[in-house]
């Protein structure tokens, strides 16, 4: 069995032989060789640089084994596309926040292909590169509410109050916020499909730091949307929520193919509600890969036996990988999801 076909099986929930690994964030700062590139030049330049986002994007692949290609960018690529100022610093800073309906109103309604392009340069010169080693690609955007907290705040923020204050005080507006990027996030994943994405993750990170009221009322109709538009047929569809414990019920009747979950909750659980419907992505803690490499495997194997309740299991992180993380850390996550059995 191939690393696409397992990818895409256990995605699908068809009959696999081991669950497959990747890691969120796996091209990063941990890597000597990430830094070596990125040296001197700036995040949103290095997301431009068609040649030197398709090497970082290649080295985990190379030098850390993991099983699927995400493509290096950031969720805010798209949004500097409609007309928004922003820069990394080393997270997205916006130079005017979005808090009036005429900001809303004033964002570009424009084709991802246009506004973008380099991205579906980077998606295809990778599909070229990977497909005589059968490494599936995959594709991401931010969801519509992670990227309006941002928007309307400006910055990251511990409480995200001016976007909860909007979300309380004027719900209409941040409907329309919610609106449009929801329309871009289609547009931009439906591109990445068509340009060689073989399956699509989509990062509602901060969703989960909503009552399950107010989730259901903000962020999973964004998901049941995009989930009913795209062409899941030919890319299965993703969905992360970071501290989702107490709405996987609602993430799996999102409609996506697949859950990803984060390390607080308990995953045998989870699977078991998943059952037949979706599978789960996940889901150690990235601190975790500090551990020992023997604790580490150990760890694989707990989340690997809690998954299979579920269709289908991939290996992951809870979360994105830190610039703090051991590279032999890495390496024993990886090596332990083929110790799991399977072809080589
Ligand atoms: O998973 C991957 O490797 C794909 C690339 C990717 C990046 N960011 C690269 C990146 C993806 C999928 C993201 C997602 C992202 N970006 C999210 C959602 C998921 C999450 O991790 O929470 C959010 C909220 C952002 C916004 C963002 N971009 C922040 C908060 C930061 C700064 C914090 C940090 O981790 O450095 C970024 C910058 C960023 N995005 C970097 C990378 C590799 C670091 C840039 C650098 O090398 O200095």
Known sequence: MDPTQRLLGACRGEPVDRPPVWLMRQAGRYLPEYRAVREGVPFLEMCRDVDKAVEVSLQPVRLVGTEAVIFFSDIFVPVAGMGVELDFQPGPVLAEPIRKRAQVEALLDVDPRESVPFVFQI????????????VPL???????????????????????????????REPQLFDALLDRLTTMTIAYLTAQIENGAQAVQLFDTWAGMLGPEDYRRFALPTHRRIAEVLPRDRAPLILYVQNGGHVVD????????????DWRLDLADAAKRAGSRVSIQGNLDPTALHAPPEEIERRVREIAAAGSAARGHVLNLGHGCHPDTPVEGVRAFTDAARALGGEA
């Open 123 to 134: 998606l295809r010169t990778l599909r070229r590169e990977l497909e005589s080693q059968a």
């Open 138 to 168: 995959l594709g991401f955007a931010g969801a519509p509410f992670t990227l309006a907290c941002y928007m309307v705040e400006g910055q990251g923020s511990r409480h995200f109050s001016t976007v909860k204050r909007m979300m309380y």
């Open 250 to 261: 609602e993430m799996i009747e999102a409609g996506s193919d697949v859950i990803s979950l």
